[in-house]
Structures are given as structure tokens and as C-alpha cells.
């Protein structure tokens, strides 16, 4: 019995070494160990722009209905136009693997700009009290899955601060503030429900980027 417990001691400080080994290398390669394989990572990378694809095209829908049939008082053209350009680059980057050996580097600035332009998208869409806001976990479980640890632990890092600096400084639009006062709420009763959704995120991107970064180094450690 002591024998088989100093063995799963052993085993489990062997695992922790192996992780931290792994954690350590992906430190200068910010992509997945399981898909540094020029074919693996351009067709990841070439999905990663169809789903990039599926974002614009859900938001830009989105802030169309907010603003001309919801009538919600939202900056359309400043909203729209970061997805414009983000498109703009998502069309480069998608000729860019037809055409060119990718480059270890691409997916990390594709996801600073997939951060970056969205969160400029929700400054001017309301912020936090946007309910696409929660569109934040698609690129950082994207990157939980095609890049390292450490970059995907930066990522989620981007992200918290994105959606704290929109909790702060983010506008929020005059008919959602009214429409919360007049059923019965207080305006401070709408700022600790966005807090909440802050607190949500939170947890739910931790979760998230942790699940799947542990199961990859399973995995690579199975392997």
C-alpha cells in the first residue's frame, strides 16, 4: 500500500514536471505542440477564419437590428466599422494561407485583432449590457486550443482587462438604462447586474481556457 501510494506520488510529480517542461518551451513557440504541422496548422488556421467569418457576419446583423428595428441609440457606423475592418484582414489572412507558408506568428496577431476590433465594436454598442459581449470566449477558446499555454494565458489576460475597461468607460445606451428604471429598478440595481456579468466572464473564460489547456497537455503528455 505504501509502495503503490509513493508510486502515484512519483507518477503525479513526474506529470507536473513534464507540464512545466512543455509550459516552458511553448513559451517562444506560441503554437499548440499537437499542431505545429504545416498542414495541420493551415487548415486550423483556414477554420479559424470561417468561424471569423460567422462572428462579423452575427454582429454586423446584430447591430443592424439594435439600431433600425429595435431603435436602440448605438453609434452604428463607429460599431460596424472595426468589423469592417476586420473582415477586410480576415479576407487578407485567409489569401495569405492559399497562397504562402504560414508563419508561427500569424495566429497570435489574428487573435489581437480579433480582440481589438471587438472591443472597439462594444465600446460602441452598449459594452458590457451588449449580449454579444459573451462572443469574447470564441477566440479564447480558439486560442485555447490552437496555441501554447502561455499565449493563450496572455489572451485571456487581454481579454479581462478588455471587458473591465468596458465596464468602466463603455457608454451605456439611454433606452436600456431607462427601460431598467422603468420596471421598478434603481440605476445602481443595472450597474450590479453588469458587474455580475462580469464576474461571469470571468469565470467562465478561467474555466474555460483552463479545461481545455490541461486536457491538450494530457494529451501531449499521453503522446
Not at 506529470?15 to 518551451?25: A, G, S
Not at 507558408?101 to 495566429?107: C, E, G, H, K, M
Request: hydrophobic share 50%; aromatic share 12%.
Amino acid at each position: 500500500m505504501l509502495a503503490h501510494n509513493r508510486y502515484n506520488i512519483g507518477f503525479k510529480l513526474y506529470k507536473d514536471i513534464r507540464y512545466m517542461t512543455l509550459l516552458t518551451k511553448n513559451l517562444r513557440n506560441p503554437l499548440n505542440a499537437r499542431y505545429t504541422t504545416p498542414a495541420v496548422s493551415k487548415n486550423n488556421l483556414i477554420n479559424a477564419c470561417h468561424l471569423r467569418t460567422a462572428i462579423i457576419t452575427s454582429l454586423l446583423v446584430a447591430l443592424w437590428v439594435a439600431h433600425d428595428i429595435l431603435l436602440i441609440n448605438i453609434n452604428l457606423t463607429a460599431a460596424a466599422l472595426p468589423l469592417l475592418l476586420l473582415a477586410l484582414f480576415n479576407a487578407f489572412y485567409y489569401w495569405k494561407l492559399q497562397k504562402e507558408r504560414i508563419s508561427n506568428n500569424l495566429p497570435v496577431s489574428q487573435l489581437a485583432l480579433d480582440i481589438l476590433f471587438l472591443t472597439i465594436t462594444f465600446y460602441f454598442s452598449g459594452g458590457p449590457s451588449n449580449p454579444f459581449i459573451s462572443f469574447y470566449l470564441i477566440p479564447l477558446t480558439v486560442s485555447a486550443t490552437l496555441l501554447s499555454p502561455a499565449f493563450t494565458g496572455a489572451a485571456t489576460l487581454m481579454t479581462f482587462i478588455a471587458y473591465t475597461g468596458l465596464l468602466i468607460y463603455a457608454p451605456q445606451p439611454i433606452q436600456m438604462v431607462m427601460q431598467h428604471q422603468h420596471e421598478g429598478g434603481q440605476p445602481n440595481q443595472f450597474n450590479i447586474h453588469l458587474i455580475g456579468m462580469w464576474i461571469n466572464f470571468a469565470l467562465s473564460a478561467t474555466l474555460i481556457t483552463y479545461f481545455i489547456i490541461r486536457l491538450n497537455i494530457e494529451i501531449a503528455l499521453r503522446d
